[in-house]
């Protein structure tokens, strides 16, 4: 018999702050949560994961968030920048190799101002007309994402990191705002993107209350993907001497969301693969449905180096392809190629 308190969240989509409190403070409901999230996946996606070729274009970026690699501040990263053309390749070989949607992920980089963002997209937009263009660039005006939309792009990635202001204003410069960062994913929902919002699981200060914001701030929001994956510390910041975060939190978390959305995109995501050898695998098994391998030129991989030890930074995109066509099979689930659109109920 399945765990009354299982039961209830797969039914109702929804707990009362002190039992989504017990829910994830607990390990005992994981074997439960586990498996009404495989079964609600299935009821709504079968055994279908969605791929997403990641193509990070650039790692410099104007921002100084604690966590982060790419961090203005860390005056060791080694810096680099896409061309279009290159830009271009890479799709190209991802369109090669399946993929039908792409997503432009870099630091917040001036020098990609929204003439030339525009000018990307409009050119990959031209050239694919039947894939969804992806932008995962940061905070911006909202005439900015305007401007990106009607050049073409479809989707928006932006992780909230925390919907608590307090702990938001621990992870980042005083700069930068959890209230700016949720203005920009309603400006985002409100122009038509498929939005796609997060947060980190472990980071530093973060506690179950901050959690439970999360997952409050994520019923607000309603995105169409949720992307959550483990802090993992990085030598070159001020978290270096902070603990990672835990696999198996991030994957209650996601069987959590898994029932709580049931049509949500849901990635098992590089930071738990590289946190878990088998990290990405026991997310599909946990409720995720999204993978999204690497489509960036070898030598950007190391360059883009947000957290420590990242896999697939040696591989080439269609070695990448096929290690998680592999690995998705061997976890019982099957990779498809289109678009891969949300589906609501
Ligand atoms: N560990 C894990 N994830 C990180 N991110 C940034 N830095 C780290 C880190 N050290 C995540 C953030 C960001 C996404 C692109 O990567 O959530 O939104
Ligand atoms: Fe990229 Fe395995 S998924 S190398």
Redesign the pocket.
Known sequence: MMNSLVEKLRKNRDLSDEEFREIIDSGRYDDDLRTAADEVRRENYGDVVFLRGLIEFTNYCKND?L???LRASNRTADRYRLSREEILDCCEEGYALGYRTFVL?GGEDPYYNDDRICEIVAAIRKRFPDCAITL?IGEKARESYQRYFDAGANRYLL?H?TADDAHYARLHPDTMSAQNRKRCLWDLKAIGYQVGA???VGSPYQTTDTLIADLRFLQQLQPDMIGI??????HATPFRDQPNGSAELTLRLLSILRLMFPYVLLPATT?LGTILPDGRERGLQAGANVVMPNLSPVAARKKYE??ENKICTGEESAQCRGCLEMRVKAAGYRIVTDRGDVRRA
């Not at 994956?229 to 990085?234: E, I, N, S, Y």
Request: aromatic share 20%.
């Open positions: 968030c966590y982060c690699g992920q995962s992780r990191e997060g947060f980190m994956g483990p802090f993992l510390r990085h930071a947000i957290y």
